[in-house]
């Protein structure tokens, strides 16, 4: 079984950090492109980050410079660290894996449950 579980959302005023977790099991981790999404109300699912099992990163464009994705293969975990935030950042955020599953090593799209994010101006 897939499990992706974020950790680290909450309240923060504009300006300040948090530091997004996602652990993942049952994926061949190394080999999967972890990414970061985020939805707001009223809004569609949008890429905020994703960075590919050889370590490549991509950025939306309007977080570029103030957020910053990594990754720890020993840990199975996925790191999205938010700095300046503003209030537009709020959403509930997404950790996704695209890749192979473990013992079957079959590819899929797999995402968590989400965490909420909410900078208060």
């Known amino acids: 079984q897939v499990q992706l579980v974020e950790s680290g959302g909450g309240l923060v005023q504009a300006g300040g950090s948090l530091r997004l977790s996602c652990a993942a099991s049952?994926?061949?981790?190394?080999?999967?492109?972890m990414g970061w999404y985020r939805q707001a109300p009223g809004k569609q699912r949008e890429l905020v980050a994703i960075?590919?099992?050889?370590?490549?990163?991509n950025y939306k464009d309007s977080v570029k410079g103030r957020f910053t994705i990594s990754r720890d293969n020993a840990k199975n975990t996925v790191f999205l660290q938010m700095n300046s935030l503003k209030p537009e950042d709020t959403a509930v955020y997404y950790c996704?894996?695209?890749?192979?599953?473990?013992?079957?090593?079959?590819?899929?799209?797999?995402w968590g449950q989400g965490t909420q994010v909410t900078v208060s101006s």
């Open positions: 996704n894996a695209k890749g192979p599953r473990i013992f079957t090593r079959l590819v899929g799209n797999y």
């Open positions: 049952g994926i061949i981790f190394n080999d999967n492109a």
């Open positions: 960075i590919t099992s050889g370590g490549s990163t």
